[in-house]
């Protein structure tokens, strides 16, 4: 992304490091790299990637801060062909030189890394693969994210603690894998077993990959889907707005969520280890379709009845009272 100078990510508040995962390395078949990938993935559910390149809210309802615009994978591969939706003309103009790249691009990665996971759980070959299929209707999206800066710089423990300056509210993501790129400080997450949020410093040349429910659910809770938010960038940076944008990969509308147990002896072990209620949260008896859309609409405003509809909204948080 061409530069526009902003203040560094400040040096003097604590954040949450996440390991660092060489992204050529996993793509070559390294064992210590896969290692570290499978670590980062089943203890945090966050990690950096290192570039091949250098091109590189809440129960009360308060409203978020953030802009969103979704672009489908399906809607991507196929223009001018529309499948879902259509778009503004200043999507429109970029979709062949920029944002089919990118959806492709992310979708590589992102099943790179499906492949190892597939491995690392003992899954038959190809299972992960198949519930996100290229050809499969699915809600993976590209998201540009735009949060307004703030009229005055506030220091990052105000940041941390101002209820009404979360940006995005504490959140665990629906689909398989979030793949994110910003430059502006701002993304938090709720490291287990900690009460206190934790910044995640960017880092230039490296994205952030996240763990989403959908893989939470097939491995038995095995990969984690951390609860996470975003507030205003900590210090000098809060007088930016910040930009970030994200490809999710989510299964194919029709895939049936639950626990793979019957596939992988690795998920079957952990499935029989549950009580009955924790079962139950991993048989939610639903597609990744309506997963999806039960989260989404119990998260507008303008759905809203009181808490319960907030509640609704939840997925995989280990936390689900968080905000
Ligand atoms: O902008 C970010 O840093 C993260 C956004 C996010 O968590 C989301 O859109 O699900
Ligand atoms: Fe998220």
Redesign the pocket.
């Known amino acids: 992304m061409p530069g526009i100078a902003h203040p560094p990510f400040p040096n003097d508040i604590p954040t949450h490091p996440l390991l660092v995962v060489d992204y050529a390395l996993i793509k070559a078949g390294d064992v210590q790299e896969i290692e570290k990938l499978w670590k980062a993935a089943t203890e945090l559910g966050f990690w950096y990637y290192k570039a091949a390149g250098r091109n590189a809210t809440d129960e009360y309802g308060s409203q978020d801060t953030?802009e969103?615009l979704n672009v489908s994978k399906d809607d991507a591969l196929a223009y001018p062909e529309v499948i879902h939706r259509t778009y503004p003309s200043t999507v429109r103009a970029r979709m062949e030189s920029t944002i089919k790249p990118f959806v492709r691009k992310s979708l590589e990665v992102n099943n790179t890394v499906l492949s190892v996971f597939e491995k690392k759980l003992g899954l038959p070959a190809g299972v992960l693969l198949k519930y996100h299929a290229l050809e499969e209707p699915s809600g993976s999206e590209a998201?540009c994210?735009k949060?307004p800066p703030k009229r005055s710089v506030i220091t990052a423990a105000q940041a941390a603690q101002e209820k009404e300056r979360v940006a995005?509210g504490a959140?665990t993501?629906f689909g398989s894998l979030?793949f994110?790129h910003?430059r502006l400080g701002?993304?938090q997450v709720l490291p287990p077993g900690s009460d206190d949020w934790q910044y995640v410093r960017p880092l230039p040349g490296h994205a952030?990959c996240n763990v989403g429910d959908a893989l939470t659910l097939f491995s038995g809770g095995i990969l984690r889907s951390n609860l996470?938010?975003?507030v205003p960038p900590p210090g000098a940076q809060s007088a930016y707005a910040?930009w970030?944008l994200?490809f999710?990969t989510r299964p194919g509308d029709n895939i049936h969520l639950h626990a793979l147990a019957e596939e992988s002896k690795a998920v079957k072990e952990v499935v029989e280890r549950m009580t009955v209620e924790e079962r139950k949260r991993f048989e939610p008896n639903a597609t990744a379709k309506e997963w999806f859309a039960r989260r989404v609409k119990n998260q507008r405003i303008n759905n809203r009845t009181g808490p319960e509809t907030w509640r609704a909204s939840r997925g995989m948080e280990h936390k689900p009272e968080v905000i």
């Open positions: 953030v969103f998201r994210i949060n995005l959140h993501d979030s994110l910003n701002g993304l952030i996470h938010r975003v910040r970030s994200v999710f």
